[in-house]
């Protein structure tokens, strides 16, 4: 059954079906737009390769998730080891995140997500504060600082006033495994000069797996005021406190005889359950931007932001602390001018800098209980990044980018017990960033695009002072230079788009996890990374959106990622890990998303994602297997009275009831590897929509 099922998959991607589809004079081809950078630009002639999820996109799924729509993304993977323990895979960067997401640059709005230290706490972001996820692929460190993956926006609820304009709605729903989520969300604008935007939500379920609850609750504003023609004034607020338990990883056997234990008690070390593992987050974030026009064709754009994170982690071993402040702006200026009627420049110069200062703190853990200290550390770092950008069109036909950026970074670390050391500084090794792209439009349907960019990444702090409390001078940045060339092609009614990638990436000191005996975890440089993948993303409207008849609509989106990630170079402890296949990176990924509307307001979302085997070991000795995720959202809008909406819905996860792990542990000591996810289940719940 799994053959036939990969088999009639892959073969539907590649078909002719899947490129080919009947062509009616409807749409301008010219109507699809995307904002990857500082303005919006036509998809079709672009020369990244990105995609922005919906916010549409974003509700197909179970309340509360991100994963399933994420992962329909070519060359994106996001796990989630646990319920809240989110892991971002963009393009292979998952080999070095035990838990949060790094090697990669996550903006909210108009501020850094990423901290200083290089961690993203993305887990407390929910679905419902998203207007529009903006992911752009492959490294650029030239415009948005370090980064050898690639650069995400999350764009905020409400930013874009106009789609949306005043309305209210709250939603309630609740699945198995005491899974609740409640929702409510305001958008509203006093006057043509001021509009704000608020969402809060609750979630809390005990989940599948023993040690695995998960309580939640995040709140976030944005407000745009807009004085004059020539200034704008954004702010954004995000709070959260967040808290869920870590059931920890469990050998092969254990996970045949209990997929929903938890780590038991080990030699000397006791239970997962016994030291009530899990983390504690407790972060605000917030920022204020000024745009001012300058000239006509000149504005200045300028940003202050800033955040603090407490964390408590209690693990096996000990009793973590973190205490996390960091300040940071950005500043630029953009430039926009027709050279004549077939030419037009944009320009954009302009500044980021982030610092960031963190207390840790280790101490015994007792069943759940700190007590005495271990270890207790200070730690800091700047990040400072200059950079230009030009980009040269020509009345659509061709574009062509460039952009250079300077980093300049460092490190200070201070040992406040066992014993008390000095400040030690660490001056890294300033590094310029360079990129180059171009895309022509050889055809009003086709674009080809080429594009070489320098990718680099620093240690996080979370890396440099890992879990087992030692603080690694040693570790380097990984860097390495991509290589990449794409075609899209959008039929004329636009009821069809292709977008087709294929890159090659040598990384070069890439950075990997290894975990000791007590389960701590450590970092070390691999040599070589070698990543050659083609990616392939085909949207469809089987049935263009009508009025008339019962169905009104049928879109299909497929994804396809081949990936071959290799140690190229990679020697340590003695054992030689050359042509290995890169942890934690499968080879084939593939997803379908079907969306079905009905004239008597009923929807149907269903979507399919397949992934192949994972090796979980640089040695590629353990596996997880392949396997099938089926999942389906059925809704039914109901009007009420006028600008009033109740919707109802349910839904199913994991219909075929696989065995499989939406995050398994990497280089676990012990064949600690797994994390098995839920098995089938289901959800329902409804909301109210005020206009």
């Known amino acids: 059954m799994r053959q036939v ?369 271990q270890t207790e550390d200070k730690l800091g770092n700047h990040i400072f990044n200059t950079f230009l950008k030009m980009t040269l069109n020509k009345h659509d036909l061709w574009s062509l980018e460039a952009s250079l950026g300077h980093n300049n970074h460092g490190l200070y670390f201070s040992q406040q017990y066992p014993e008390e050391i000095g400040k030690t500084n660490i001056t890294l090794k300033d590094n310029w960033m360079p990129r180059l792209a171009y895309s022509y439009r050889v055809h009003p349907q086709h674009a080809l695009r080429l594009s070489i960019s320098k990718g680099f990444s620093l240690p996080t702090l979370a890396e440099v002072r890992s879990s087992d409390q030692k603080i690694n001078t040693d570790l380097k940045a990984e860097q390495g230079i991509n290589y990449e060339l794409g075609w899209r092609w959008h039929s004329r009614s636009q009821r069809v788009r292709t977008d087709l990638s294929a890159y090659y990436y040598l990384l070069n000191d890439g950075i990997v996890r290894s975990i000791d005996e007590n389960g701590n975890d450590y970092y070390q440089n691999a040599g070589e990374i070698e990543q050659k993948a083609i990616e392939l993303n085909t949207l469809l409207q089987l049935i263009k959106p009508k009025e008339t008849g019962f169905l009104q609509s049928i879109n299909w989106d497929m994804g396809l990622t081949l990936q071959d990630y290799k140690f190229k170079s990679y020697q340590i402890a003695g054992e030689n890990y050359d042509n290995n296949r890169v942890t934690s990176t499968p080879r084939t990924t593939i997803s379908n998303t079907l969306s079905i509307s009905s004239n008597n307001k009923w929807q149907l979302n269903i979507l399919h994602y397949y992934s192949s085997d994972i090796p979980l070991d640089d040695a590629n000795t353990v596996f997880a297997e392949s396997y099938h995720l089926l999942q389906a959202k059925l809704l039914r809008q109901l009007p009420l009275a006028k600008g009033k909406q109740l919707t109802v819905f349910a839904g199913a996860d994991n219909l075929l009831n696989q065995k499989y792990s939406m995050g398994n542990d990497i280089n676990a000591f012990g064949g600690r590897f797994f994390n098995p996810a839920p098995s089938r289940n289901f959800y329902a719940g409804l909301s109210l929509l005020i206009k």
């Open 5 to 373: 099922l990969n088999l009639l998959t892959v073969l539907f991607v590649l078909s002719p079906f899947g490129i080919q589809a009947q062509e009616e004079a409807a749409q301008n081809i010219d109507s699809v737009y995307v904002n990857l950078y500082f303005n919006p630009q036509l998809l079709l002639s672009s020369p990244s390769s990105g995609k922005s999820i919906s916010q549409s996109s974003l509700a197909s799924q179970q309340p509360g998730q991100l994963s399933a729509v994420v992962n329909t993304v070519p060359g994106v993977r996001m796990e989630e080891r646990s319920p809240g323990s989110y892991r971002f895979t963009l393009r292979g960067s998952t080999i070095r995140s035990p838990f949060g997401v790094r090697n990669l640059k996550v903006y909210w709005g108009d501020i850094p997500l990423t901290d200083a230290g290089g961690n993203t706490y993305l887990n407390l972001i929910d679905p419902s504060f998203l207007e529009s996820i903006e992911i752009l692929k492959g490294p650029d460190a030239s415009v948005y600082g370090p980064n050898s993956a690639g650069v995400i926006r999350l764009v905020p609820r409400g930013s874009n006033y106009q789609q949306g304009g005043n309305q209210v709605d709250v939603q309630l729903s609740g699945g198995s495994f005491g899974r609740f989520d409640q929702q409510a969300h305001l958008s509203y604008s006093p006057s043509d000069k001021y509009h704000f935007s608020m969402g809060q939500v609750f979630n809390r379920a005990d989940n599948y797996r023993d040690q695995s609850a998960l309580n939640k609750k995040s709140f976030y504003t944005f407000h745009q005021w807009d004085p004059s023609i020539k200034h704008s004034f954004k702010m954004h607020l995000l709070l959260s406190d967040m808290h869920y338990e870590t059931p920890g990883g469990l050998t092969i056997d254990q996970m045949n005889e209990n997929p929903k234990g938890s780590r038991p008690a080990a030699g000397n070390n006791p239970s997962a359950k016994e030291q009530h593992a899990g983390t504690y987050n407790k972060t605000i974030l917030g920022g204020l931007t000024h745009q001012m026009t300058v000239l006509p064709n000149l504005s200045l754009n300028s940003s202050i932001f800033g955040s603090y994170t407490d964390f408590r982690n209690p693990f096996i071993t000990n009793y973590e602390y973190r205490f996390e402040n960091n300040l940071g702006l950005r500043a630029y200026l953009n430039y926009q001018k027709s050279l004549s009627r077939e030419y037009s420049l944009d320009v954009q110069a302009g500044i980021e800098g982030q610092w960031a200062n963190h207390q840790i703190r280790n101490q015994d853990n007792d069943n759940g209980t700190p007590t005495g200290l």
